[in-house]
């Protein structure tokens, strides 16, 4: 019994040096899909993916920023209510029962994005809407919806350019709010936003090269949409295997989707990243890093004085009809105080009389 | 030796409900009710609403600082205190209450979410402190309500009153809100659910599935803050915390047809246990038509049967009280069935009910007309009409008539604010007698404006939202009324405070509407760029040319050979060919 429970110490001595190495302290996640009209379907189904696999790798929804632009689950053409599926007939719902959504509708735009990224928010955004990474966080960055070469298109009336992003995460780098930062999007021709990056430890993986289009998987015939696009659904069963303790790096994360699946080609870039890419997990940032330490100490909390008031209260009226109608005063108009008028014109009078002599004064009266 | 765990580590302390006393301290008093209501409609369909409520005796105010919650949800006590809140409203619904066919709902909501809060009057910048809780509650609730600002909340004048207690109504201190265009959809009740003190994992709440609650013709879920009495002698206040949700299951979209209801059938969950939180979990089934059991038959039959003064009209439930082991029955489960045998019988109707709808044609003009109907046969009651139109629809309150049978009715009191561009919007408040047995019109004209090309929203043909119009009034009740607010009453029959025996207070929403408003075409700024740029290239393009441009002749380019004899010349010093 004792040599067992010394390969198990030394187990578990050997996990918690590993755990300390990673280098990183807690998770993020920034999911936003851009695109508006039932139609689009499938990219709010791709965000609500991984979104589903970031949650049951463990990363809470404090630490997500989930961005829908437009609602699928409750819109009035889903012949199935408060469901978005990703697999034909209906197999999987990854919407789920406990989804919380912080930017919808028409709050997706490009400056809430970037706001939400660099941190300047106004100072009554809740902190469900805001992403507080410091120094020693993980964040994963997840877009996916309309776009081109160069640029991603937002709700169908904005665009976010490749340079923008770049300096988004320039400015991120120098205040300090990520240590390491993985950048996924599936768009058309979605290796072109990553191709400006310029800043340290950033890995990126796209769904498509520039000049192709990433094509969407299979649609459902009851629902009438396309469900998912092609490399997030292989995305996501490949995320389907891992489990928290799992050691798959990002080299398996590379290739998922090869050309023969996916038509596209996708395409990733390491070169900013200090790490060796076959030495990250992909719980580094699909998962989260929780340490909680247990305490014996107990703390004693201090009570508040309390005031005691004697005074009588009682309900009011709801509609008292008196009370409205004598609410309002009267409209007066305002007049000039009694007696003036009378006496600007014996003002006037006189003036006149005075100027032109007083033989008129019997033409008046 | 420091224990790693990469897994939720959670304390639960099990203490009996109610009374909780810390050392040193006075005894505080947490409270929490549930009970659920369902009632058959006439039209086969089926109403359930759920209410939760919280009692708290704490006193916010006055610089206490609370700090321990106990069943009163974190979230929502911080926010109360921050802001000064004296009382906060907040519903989120989905589709349109169908007065004539279902009857009054027990707590009205209109479509959108709504909300209205009473500031303390402590506070002194109001405007500035309702910015700050619309964002904070947009956090909470994971809506867009943020989006209330200036341009779409007002300062009612006499519509609002206080639900709870309260002694001042200066309606500085009151703003109201609407945002009809938001959507209603898990990602709003999964917050709703974690404030409740037993989630969603024990007791009534168990029912709550979304899948089931948005798959139904109506679907409404409202938080409300207030302070209440104590007890009968209302020397000391708590705070009240209710959460409300009604939800109205088609007969044909849940029930396939079959007039056949039952819990598992509504929510696809049955019963097992009341919240151990609880002080009283129950449910209540409307009988009052079916006192013999021919219309329709409920199982498991209950021999608790209760009679409530609800909406003007006594009406008899058959209650189940979840906190008795015998409810469950040797299966520990509780799946009422509800069968209908016959249906036969119509329903009362509803005594007040409204419309509204927009006339006209093209998208210059049009004209809103609020119909209110008055079914009582022989007794006139006032209504208090509160219409909050958007800026971009100017209206032209010269136009405005109320007509009633024809003729011109003159409202007794009437407040208009006019709306001020992109700062505020229309504020119209009329208080209208209606005749008995009678239809009132009013209506009035106005001019859609045409907004900043900034202005549009990503999809602008969907067009644009005016919020309800809110109807508040006293109506003649059936049978009196009980005005004693501190008796022991089913928490449906005690939302509304009630005044005086022979009327009670009634809430109804008219419709929202969708206007359209004039929309350029978006794609004309790229398309003037591309056609003067071409205009400008080949029409100056061309002129600077042809002035600028010279002509010089230049000789063909010679053979090879006569090339190489160039260079051999060159080389010789001899002018070339």
Redesign the interface.
Known sequence: IFFFYSIHLLHTADN?GQ?FSSGHTNNWAVLVCTS??WFNYRHVANTLSVYRSVKRL?IPDSHIVLMLAD?M??NHRNP????VFSHKNMELNV????????Y????VTVENFLRVLTGRL?P??????RLLSDDRSNILIYLTGHGGNGFLKF???EEISNVELADAFEQMWQKRRYNELLFIIDTCQGASMYERFYSPNLMALASSQVGEDSLSHQPDLAIGVHLMDRYTFYLLEFLEDIH??SKTNMNDLFKVCPKSQCVSTPGHRTDLFLRDPGSVLITDFFGSV?????TMETIN?T???????????????????SE??H??PKQKDWHPPDGFILGLWTLILLVFFKLYGMKHLKHIF | F?????CN?RIVLFLPPGLYK?P???MQIWLFYEELVIRPLHSGDIYASFQFRTVWET?FM?G?????YRLFPKSLGQVISKFSVRELHISFT?GYWRTMQWGQPFQPSPPGAELWVWFQDSVTDVDGTW??LT??L???F???L??IDSTNTVQP??SF???????E?DHRFLRYATLP?E?????NL??WKKLLPCGSKAGLAVLL???K???SSFHSQAVHIR?V?QDWQ????SWELRQTLNVVFDLHNSAQGKREWSLFKMFSRTLTEACPLASSSKIYIDITDNPQGEQFEVSPATPLLSQAVVLGDRRTFSVYDLTQQITFGTVRSLNLLIRWKSSEGDMLRPLLHAERYVAGYGLQTGEIHTLMYNNHPYRSF?V?LLDSVPWYLRLYIHTLTVTSKGKDNKP??I?YQPSKDRLRPHLLEM?VQLPPNSVTEVTVQFERALLKWTEY???PNHGFYVGSSVI???VPSIVAMDTN?TRERPLFSSF??C?EESSY?VRVYTEPLLVNLPTPD?SMPYNVICLTCTVVAVGYGSLYNLLTRSFQIEEPSPGLAKRIANIIRKMRGVPPL
Do not use: W
Not at chain 1, 80 to 83: H, W, Y
């Open positions: 918690a755990f508006r009209f463990g609602d689950a409750c199935k209510p408060a469901t919407y789920g029962d406990d989804v919380e959504v912080d919808r509708g028409y709050e106004p009554s955004t809740p902190r469900s809407k709700q169908d009336s928290p303790a929780r340490k909680v330490e247990i909390l009570d508040p004085i309390k005031q005691v008031e004697q005074r009588k209260y009682s309900y009011v009226d709801q509609l008292p009809v409205i109608i609410q309002k | 420091v224990f790693i765990m990469r580590f810390t040193g301290r006075k006193d006055r206490n600082k609370v700090s321990h989905q910015k700050e964002n904070v947009s956090g909470i994971c809506a867009s943020n989006f004048s006499a009153k206080p639900l709870g207690i309260g002694n109504t265009r959507i209603v959809c898990t990602e999964t917050p599935k979304s899948e609650l948005f798959h302070p009495c209302c020397k000391t206040t006032p208090l007794s009191y407040h208080l929203t990503p999809d508040s009034s006293l607010s509304f405070p005044k207070f978006f």
